[in-house]
Each structure stands twice: as C-alpha cells, then as structure tokens.
C-alpha cells in the first residue's frame, strides 16, 4: 500500500510566540516523518484573504491537505499521531 502525501500549512505570525514554538514543534515532527510544509504570514498578501479574515486572531492555525487540523497548540506527538492517521486510513481529525 502506498503511503498518503501529507502536505501542511501552517498561518502564522511573526510577532506571536505561539506560533515560534508551533513551527519549532512542526519542524522537530519533520526530521521525524517526511511532510511538505507551507508556512503563510497571516499579516501578508501570501496569505489567502479568507484565511486571512477567518484567522487573523487565531493564529497559529495548521491545515493537513487543506483542511484545518489543528490551532493554537501544536504538540508533536498530536501531529504525529494525526500524520499516521492520515497516511493509514486517508482520514483528518481536527484537534480543536
């Protein structure tokens, strides 16, 4: 069986500690299982305007595949387990 790609995007902001330590804890997952990461500046014209409106004061805020995963914490060994999910079974589930 082929194993799923997992691309992610993480919005973010450069002034907000959370996500600092969000993108560290995303790229300590990364050395650990292979993923394509996608990081948007909320503040920026890179970011889409609807995630811009939907998350500007959300941030940071991580999409698997396009669809929203998880925000404001993210712990490794939840993305671990949500990107084994994923790759298993095909399935996203969002951590609120």
Known sequence: MATRKVALTLFSSSTCSLCTTARENILRVQQKVPFSLKV???????????????????????HMNDKFLMQHRIPEESL??????????????PKY
Do not use: M, Q, W
């Open 80 to 93: 671990i387990e949500a990107i084994k999910l994923f790759e298993s079974t095909g399935k996203i589930n």
């Open 40 to 62: 948007l500046d909320i503040h920026k014209e890179e970011c889409p305007k609807e995630f811009r409106d939907k998350y500007i004061f959300d941030v940071p805020v991580l």
